[in-house]
């Protein structure tokens, strides 16, 4: 049983243009929502993260939106840029006293035209 | 650099040996996470530390797998007789459990085991 699905795959965007990738997930005790960003042979590094009493967080050009009673939040990259081409992981977790082990999605792999 | 490393980097191996790999995570942070993550997918959560005690075990991680934390500090994973079904990025994560801000884990750059 798949708690976090990703989607797409994979997404090709413009220079310049907006990315954006879909995330859900299904246990509604999960809250805290990090996205991690990975490039070729590195480990995946937090991008922005987001707690469910919030609907949306904008740092730069990166804004995640959540929409809790759908159990989905999504990340936007604005004015995307060829540095921005690399693997982008949705989570979840139970923060704060509690098991806090990251259930991650399966990936997007994000690739930016110049 | 302060960050997350992580030893060796690549491992290749053949399918029966033992390998053991070492994390040492930001100083200090007192949770160390181990994930394994295959080609073309997310990492998947093995074990965890709160300091030297481990905490919590996937149901991933086999009678082969053993994770120690000695001192609290840096950790080891080993695995015993290795199989090809074995291979995979093994990362690392540490982080400052009981902020009041984010947990936030901090990843290693993983290493990459081959069992050939």
């Known amino acids: 049983q798949q708690q976090v699905k990703q989607s797409p795959q994979s997404l090709i965007v413009q220079k310049g243009g907006i990315s954006i990738i879909n995330c859900a997930y299904e246990n509604t005790a999960f809250d805290y929502f990090p996205w991690y960003q990975q490039f070729p042979g590195k480990g995946p590094a937090l991008l922005i993260a987001i707690r469910p009493d919030v609907s949306e967080k904008k740092e730069g050009r990166f804004t995640i939106s959540f929409n809790k009673s759908a159990k989905q939040f999504s990340l936007h990259i604005m004015d995307s840029q060829p540095g921005d081409s690399a693997t982008y992981f949705c989570?979840?977790?139970?923060?704060?006293?509690?098991?806090?082990?990251?259930?991650f999605g399966k990936g997007t792999r994000l690739h930016i035209l110049p | 650099d302060t960050g997350v490393s992580q030893d060796p980097r690549h491992k290749i191996t053949k399918r029966g040996q033992n390998v053991t790999f070492r994390c040492d995570p930001i100083?200090?942070?007192?949770?160390l996470y181990w994930y394994r993550q295959t080609l073309g997918q997310g990492p998947e959560f093995l074990t965890y530390f709160q300091n030297e005690a481990q905490l919590e075990k996937s149901r991933l991680l086999s009678d082969r797998f053993s994770a120690e934390r000695p001192k609290g500090s840096f950790s080891t994973l080993e695995i015993q007789r290795t199989e090809q079904g074995d291979s995979a990025m093994y990362l690392c994560?540490?982080?400052?459990?009981?902020?009041?801000?984010?947990?936030?884990?901090?990843f290693g750059p993983g290493t990459r085991l081959t069992v050939l």
């Open positions: 989570a979840a977790s139970l923060s704060m006293n509690r098991d806090d082990k990251i259930i």
């Open positions: 994560a540490s982080s400052l459990a009981f902020r009041t801000d984010t947990d936030t884990q901090y």
């Open positions: 100083s200090e942070h007192n949770r």
